[in-house]
């Protein structure tokens, strides 16, 4: 593996009088955060002046690559893990997240029916969970945090576009 930094990005979401949100990305030419943060300042500011809608929310980041990709053997997007759970302090909300290309292993049977439930108890899976439900690193959408014990998964498949 060598990932390796790419240079920066601004990623602008923008919405619409009906609430519709588009996102963009402008791939920045800059030397570092500071003068990222100075790009997308001007980025921000030609595009709110040539566009009707709201900027709702940005985001300034440092891209990185990996440069000496070999693709996996057996391996497809478009067949993914959908896991649902309940959403912490709203029993009657749940999330939803996804992961593409999941392992065999995720599921209850490598043949037949399980073949399209996820095993809950799989420890990879857990751990894959437990990012998003509060102690972890990461949270669904609003800063929302998952009840792992509530999580049920099944095998979707997704159109995927051509990279």
């Not at 690559?65 to 959908?82: I, K, Q, R, S």
Request: net charge negative; charged share 15%; glycine share 10%.
């Amino acid at each position: 593996m060598a990932i390796a930094s790419a240079g920066w990005q601004l990623n602008v979401r923008l919405v619409d009088t009906g609430g519709n949100q588009t996102d963009r990305t402008y791939p920045l030419i800059s030397a570092d955060a500071a003068e990222a943060a100075t790009h997308s300042a001007a980025v921000i500011a030609a595009l709110t002046a040539a566009t009707d809608a709201a900027i709702a929310g940005y985001t300034i980041g440092e891209v990185f690559l990996e440069g000496a990709l070999t693709y996996p053997a057996a391996a497809e997007v478009e067949n993914c893990l959908e896991v649902s759970a309940k959403i912490v302090g709203f029993p009657n909300k749940s999330a939803t997240l996804t992961i593409p290309a999941p392992k065999a292993t995720l599921f209850t049977s490598p043949t037949g029916p399980g073949f399209n439930i996820a095993d809950m108890g799989e420890t990879l899976l857990t751990t894959y969970l437990q990012l998003f439900d509060g102690s972890g690193p990461a949270t669904i959408s609003d800063g929302e945090s998952i009840i792992v014990s509530s999580a049920v998964g099944r095998r979707i498949h997704k159109k995927s576009r051509r990279g």
